[in-house]
């Protein structure tokens, strides 16, 4: 099974390496407004599929959106290690924030 950061790493390879037939390379060859148009997309997807019974429409919609956002990423240059640390910083901003609506409801 893959994890998120060895598919960033596979797209990575593929932004690096081109490869024939790869969906990864004719999204990097098309470009950033074709990344972007897809990032709209796929996120209409996931809206759609998140008001519809189907765990299983669902998952595969937001699968499809973390891939398009991995592109996305990989093609302005962030890496997975960068979100990670931007988390792990909120992380303490945030337990700040939930002690000061703690103490605003005394
Ligand atoms: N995780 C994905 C992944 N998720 C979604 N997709 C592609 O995203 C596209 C989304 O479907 P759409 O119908 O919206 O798009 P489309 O009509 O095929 O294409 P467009 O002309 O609209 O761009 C499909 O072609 C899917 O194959 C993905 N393509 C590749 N990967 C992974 O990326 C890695 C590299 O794959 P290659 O680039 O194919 O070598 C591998 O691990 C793959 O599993």
């Given at each position: 099974m893959q994890?998120?950061?060895e598919l960033y790493q596979l797209i990575l390879q593929r932004?690096?390496?081109p490869e024939a037939g790869s969906y990864t390379d004719y999204l990097?060859?098309?470009?950033l407004?074709?990344?972007?148009?897809?990032?709209g997309e796929e996120s209409t997807e996931v809206i759609v599929a998140?008001?519809?019974?189907?765990d299983q429409e669902f998952t595969y919609e937001?699968?499809?959106l973390v891939y398009h956002v991995l592109v996305l990423m990989a093609e302005r240059g962030i890496s997975v290690d960068d979100?990670?640390?931007e988390l792990a910083k909120r992380e303490g901003l945030m337990s700040k924030t939930k002690e000061r609506r703690e103490i605003d409801k005394l």
């Open positions: 994890t998120v950061e932004k690096s390496n990097f060859t098309k470009g407004d074709k990344i972007l148009k897809k990032i998140a008001k519809n019974p189907s937001v699968s499809d979100v990670k640390t």
